[in-house]
């Protein structure tokens, strides 16, 4: 069955340093892979994706995410973290027969401290 | 941009009453989905909805369970007898097919 880990429950990173979010995932085929981010209260926006092509990705926001066949992963970058990204941030493999249901990570917490 | 619509915001309710959420998808939309949110827990697909019929459910979307388009724009989660465990953010979501989909602000749901 289709699964994504999220080792890093809680992030804490100063604002400006740069920030990397890890993401494995576990699918047998070619997967398509997301990262959506959660403010307190809010919905889910969509940060980025991958579908095929070139493996790595730029997003909204100032993020970019890399994937990586051989390691299972798609972790996301930021070079220089800002107050306002402080959220909770999912990755997510889009499985089930047509690649339409999503299966999210636990989620990231992300704090930043000035 | 267009969004996702979802009403009400938060939805208390009595244990054993129906509850109904709704949602308006993105206009040109194919696709129509339930997602919810344990508080502290990850978030779950339930049920995903195209060509006005279910095209694939979860092991949680169990007969108290129905979805339903109602008319152009309309897409509902019916919960026929709410348990306390059903208490969670419900999330609608749609998209066009295979790719990225947009999320609605969420139904905060409490069963008391």
């Known amino acids: 069955a289709q699964s994504v880990t999220q080792p890093d429950i809680h992030i804490t990173v100063s604002e400006g340093a740069s920030l990397e979010l890890r993401c494995n995932y576990s699918y047998g085929a070619t997967p398509y892979l997301f990262w959506y981010v959660q403010s307190p209260g809010q919905g889910l926006q969509l940060l980025l994706k991958?579908?095929?092509?070139?493996?790595l990705v730029q997003g909204i926001k100032g993020f970019e995410a890399e994937f990586k066949r051989s390691q299972s992963s798609f972790n996301l970058r930021k070079p220089s973290v800002h107050w306002s990204d402080a959220a909770e941030y999912f990755c997510?493999?889009?499985?089930?027969?047509?690649?339409?249901?999503?299966?999210f990570g636990a989620g990231t917490i992300l704090r930043v401290k000035s | 941009e267009p969004e996702v619509t979802q009403t009400p915001s938060h939805q208390v309710t009595q244990m054993g009453q129906e509850v109904i959420l709704r949602c308006v998808p993105i206009s040109n939309h194919l696709y129509f989905y339930w997602y919810r949110q344990i508080l502290g827990q990850k978030v779950e697909f339930l049920v995903s909805f195209y060509n006005n019929e279910i095209s694939e459910k979860s092991e949680i979307f169990d007969d108290q369970f129905s979805v339903e388009r109602p008319d152009g724009s309309n897409f509902t989660l019916k919960i026929r007898s709410t348990k306390l465990e059903d208490s969670a953010m419900y999330f609608c979501a749609s998209n066009r097919g295979q790719d990225g989909y947009t999320f609605g602000s969420g139904t905060r749901l409490t069963v008391v």
């Open positions: 997510a493999v889009g499985a089930g027969e047509y690649g339409n249901k999503l299966v």
């Open positions: 991958y579908f095929s092509g070139d493996t």
